[in-house]
């Protein structure tokens, strides 16, 4: 049998510690062989403009470069214009081999709650389950209810953590240790990124 792999979308400007072990605790109670970081090309959700992709890429690429479990694509990027799950989901499917049973794709409650704004909403859910990381907030109560039975509920530690905040930061000049991994906080300064 294939080893099934998980999905994990975001823009990750810049990829912090709460994805981590999101992505580590999804992975265990998953079962799941991999877990695939998606950079995104252009977010369609996101309204103000992201720090260029080849420094996302590199900042991932050194958060994850010590679990063997993880890994990244640059679909999305390569792809570019506006990323969408739908074509993600799509490609990698394909290319992998996998079906719906095999291919879980990663999304935080609060994304969930607009999960029928998506592009192709019930495409998706032939394609891949959905695995919804509660984050701090969240009220699975709000959730559309034909959902049912194309989501499996994680059990993930809430850490309050947002690439916004680490932004805020960093641009301030106050530290972002212990919130991001050290070689990404290295890759942080050496470029010089959020700096104003």
């Known amino acids: 049998m ?3 792999v998980l999905v994990f979308g975001g823009t990750f400007d810049p990829i ?3 994805h981590l072990v999101v992505a580590e605790e999804a992975a265990d109670q998953l079962g799941v062989g991999r877990v695939v970081f998606i950079p995104a090309a252009s977010p369609p959700h996101k309204s103000r403009a992201v720090t260029e992709s ?5 900042m991932l690429e050194a958060a994850i470069e ?23 989901l799509r490609e990698l499917g394909s290319r992998w081999g996998l079906d719906s049973r095999e291919l879980f ?7 969930l709650v607009a999960f029928r704004t998506w592009r192709e909403p019930d495409t998706i859910l032939t394609l891949a389950t959905l695995a919804v990381a509660g984050r701090p907030g969240f009220d699975d109560r709000s ?7 194309h989501v499996h509920y994680l059990e993930t530690t ?3 953590i947002s ?12 530290s972002i240790r212990y919130l991001v991994t050290d070689p990404v906080r290295d890759y942080i300064e050496r470029q010089g990124l959020y700096h104003g």
């Open 2 to 4: 294939k080893d099934s």
């Open 16 to 18: 912090h510690v709460a």
């Open 54 to 58: 080849g420094h996302r890429a590199a």
């Open 66 to 88: 010590t679990n063997d479990r993880f890994t990244w694509d640059a679909c999305e990027i390569e792809r570019g214009g506006v990323s969408f799950t739908v074509d993600t």
């Open 105 to 111: 794709c990663l999304v935080g409650g609060d994304s």
């Open 143 to 149: 959730i559309d209810r034909s959902l049912q039975g």
């Open 158 to 160: 809430p850490l309050a």
């Open 163 to 174: 690439s916004t905040e680490i932004r805020r930061r960093a641009a301030e000049g106050r």
